[in-house]
């Protein structure tokens, strides 16, 4: 099983993009992680957002790997504990399916993406940098692998 974290948006801060090379870096035993940049929408004045919007969830499902399980990350989608993540990535191996991890533009998800998913997680109830939330994803992620491998890196 392999896994793509699927994000709107283009050159992260050097210091995202090094945490998410870190953590991808320490997946890669337990869950290949691949991050696909996608272009945004063209936004500013005389521009329609929702057309913008339309077209990244375009480009984002073009991005999806064949018959993978999509999870759209979205403030209104489920919060899981870190035991609670460990037990749907034991749930999502068990599948077999290739995941996919959807961080959408400045409006979230367009509609087409929002059918295509097939679930969605919430990082909780803040308002988060989307740039930040790939760093987190991949945190998450690799805590869930660790805790599944018996690896100490969780200690609650």
Known sequence: MKAKLI???ERPPAWVAEGFEEYRKRLSHWLPLELVEVAPGMRGRNR??????????????????????????DGRGRSWSSEQLSQRLEHWRA????????????????PQVWERADESWSLGP???PHMLVRL????????????LANHPYHRA
């Open 126 to 128: 803040a308002t988060l």
């Open 136 to 147: 987190l994803v991949a945190e998450q992620l690799y805590r869930a692998a660790a805790m």
């Open 95 to 110: 599948q077999g399916r290739d995941l996919a991890f959807l961080i959408g533009g400045p409006e979230g998800h367009a």
């Open 7 to 9: 994000a709107v948006g």
């Open 48 to 73: 329609d957002a929702a057309r913008a919007m339309q077209d990244e969830g375009g480009r984002v499902l073009a991005a999806l790997p064949r018959g993978g399980l999509v999870v759209a990350l």
